[in-house]
């Protein structure tokens, strides 16, 4: 089980050779030393086996699609029993059409979904579609917000070293296209007063906000959600919350579920298909529409396809892991397990007197080797990196395999592996303070004493206490969120239970009933897109002041539906390099 005292094969020490030589990108450590390097033979439940046979409990989880654990038996048979239907058609396989129909369900803001390969595809497309949709090129994203690797995400995401005053962006990779800064605004996460002033001042330019609703592992602060969704409804832009992470892992309903705040589009992967490559743009019926190919003609259709978009093979992982989900109990064990490990580790560090912050949610979170709490992207900037390594290392050594910048919680990790992680917190804890000492004594100062985990102002508000916690864990959904589902399904919120506790009948004429009024809603809705906004301030920049009059110039049926006018019609505010490769 542990690594220690036994060394890397000859056979995983070759593989590695061939690797170094053939995949410039693709040798992967947790912890940013070569020496870590494996090379991965197998994986069941919760369990990682390298090529030398040394095994690792996993909360690296392939970055987090694992939440069912590996190799899960229904899963397996799922896939193996549509492969013997053929592995792909491109044109459309019922096991899509049984997904859409889920997600439809599940996902509060979904009226309309597409399916792609990855969850870069799909915030890549919702940026389009806004852009189309609202005829304006700039969009606004988070500092340290991760979206995938398109041109437009990776900027000021949580690789960046050297953040610009707000809201320049800074591109995280070489070879992007100067210009394509010139179209991305970045605003301070957590900070609803500085985000909403810069949504406000670029409105007329800006085509989307885009967001991770829990931005890596850091939880919005209570309202910041709902502010942003406030000022984009008021300005009729797009708000598009990136639930790669978040979607089916914080709740049936994803973090929209979870936070009780709604977006219009919203991009799910990971998780919901059990490691098969499927990722899932969804929305408001009125934005995803564009995407209709008849739409052609009209010069408006907004153009997002790929080989193996609704891959039936994807699709059929994807309905076995749902199916898995929505059995009682689940999120309610997810968190158990996500709460023990959060409180263990933080108990482990406050005992070993290391100065640490514990952010997260219960079923991914982190740790971070600073005393100052962890609020917002800069704050992460303070934190220890070296004595993170250190620390991930030690894990390692224990048998933990732990994600660069995050630990993914599974439903296969149990009593036997929880217990382990345990162990391994606190010797990894005793050893970064027994270092410490060292250092301290080596620079003549006391060690980190009575700086405990425990006893930063934020304690407490990551795990047990986060503003949403206990209120949509596998539990009844906000007022807000049921009285989405309520508009949208056109049924009582209480009547609308788990697609397997209904007949296929009654679920393809919800379906229906919820396409067919969002059809009318758009019909029913005038006015161009902003025109209140037009009249007001000034634009980000000169690009954006031309986009913004090209847009008005062109604004037609298809922008008369703004999140404005559905947060009115609908009464309420919810209308509307990374270092190892690992995210
Ligand atoms: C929040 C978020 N969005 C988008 C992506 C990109 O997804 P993919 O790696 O499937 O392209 C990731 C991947 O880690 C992510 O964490």
């Known amino acids: 089980m542990r690594r220690e005292g036994r060394s890397r094969s000859a056979r995983e020490d070759e593989l590695l050779a061939a690797a170094r030589r053939l995949l410039p990108a693709g040798v992967r450590t947790t912890t940013g030393d070569p020496d870590d390097a494996l090379v991965i033979a197998a994986a069941h439940g919760a369990w990682l086996r390298d090529a030398s046979g040394r095994e690792y409990v996993d909360y690296l989880l392939g970055s987090g699609p694992m939440l069912l654990g590996h190799a899960h038996p229904a899963v397996v048979a799922a896939v193996a029993r549509q492969l013997a239907r053929g592995g792909t058609y491109l044109l459309v396989s019922e096991p899509a059409i049984a997904l859409a129909e889920e997600i439809v369900r599940a996902v509060p803001c979904a009226e309309q979904v597409a399916f792609h390969g990855s969850g870069s595809e799909s915030t890549l497309y919702a940026l389009r579609l806004a852009r189309a949709f609202r005829k304006r090129d700039v969009v606004l994203k988070f500092e340290g917000g991760f979206h995938g690797m398109s041109d437009y995400a990776l900027m000021s995401t949580q690789w960046t070293a050297h953040p ?22 970045v605003a301070p996460f957590n900070d609803a007063e500085t985000a909403c002033a810069l949504i406000d001042r670029h409105h007329d330019a800006l085509a989307a906000v885009i967001v991770e609703p829990l931005q890596r592992t850091i939880p919005p602060a209570p309202g910041f959600l709902q502010a942003l969704r406030d000022t984009t409804a008021r300005r009729g832009i797009p708000l598009v919350f990136d639930e790669v992470v978040t979607g089916f892992r914080l709740a049936w309903g994803g973090a929209q579920e979870y936070y009780g705040v709604v977006p219009d589009l919203c991009a799910l992967g990971k998780s919901i298909s059990g490691g098969h490559p499927l990722s899932v743009l969804c929305g408001r019926a009125e934005i995803m529409g564009l995407v209709d190919p008849a739409r052609a003609r009209t010069g408006e259709h907004v153009m997002q396809t790929g080989t193996y978009s609704g891959n039936p093979v994807s699709c059929a992982a994807a309905l076995a892991v749902l199916e898995e989900l929505r059995r009682p109990g689940t999120y309610e064990r997810l968190f158990a397990t996500g709460r023990r490990l959060m409180e263990g580790l933080r108990e482990a560090l406050a005992a070993a007197g290391v100065a640490a912050q514990v952010t997260g949610e219960p079923p991914c979170f982190e740790v971070w080797m600073t005393e100052r709490p962890v609020t917002d992207f800069r704050a992460t900037l303070a934190a220890d990196r070296a004595r993170h390594a250190r620390f991930t290392r030690d894990l390692l050594a224990h048998g933990v395999v732990k994600a660069h910048e995050k630990f993914f919680v599974s439903l296969a990790h149990g009593e036997a592996e929880v217990a382990l992680t345990l162990e391994a917190f606190r010797a990894a804890a005793a050893a970064l303070a027994g270092e410490s000492a060292a250092e301290g004594r080596h620079a003549g100062e006391s060690p980190t004493e009575g700086r405990h985990a425990g006893e930063s102002p934020t304690e407490g508000r990551h795990a047990g206490e986060s503003p949403a916690e206990g209120r949509h864990v596998g539990g009844a959904p906000t007022a807000e969120v049921a009285a989405h589902r309520e508009r949208a399904h056109g049924v009582p919120a209480a009547e609308i239970a788990p697609a397997n506790e209904r007949s296929a009948a009654a679920l393809a004429g919800e379906t229906a009933a919820k396409g067919g009024r969002a059809r009318g809603a758009e ?9 209140q906004a037009a009249a007001e301030d000034g634009p980000a920049a000169g690009q954006a002041a031309a986009e913004s009059t090209r847009g008005n110039g062109r604004a037609n049926g298809m922008s008369a539906a703004p999140a404005a006018a559905r947060t009115r019609r609908r009464g309420n505010g919810t209308a509307a390099g990374p270092p190892e490769g690992e995210r």
Request: charged share 10%; no cysteine; glycine share 16%.
């Open 523 to 531: 019909a029913a809705e005038g006015g161009p897109a902003g025109s």
């Open 164 to 185: 610009a005053p707000y809201p320049e962006a800074v591109p995280n990779s070489a070879g992007i296209p100067r210009a394509i800064a010139g179209t991305v605004l």
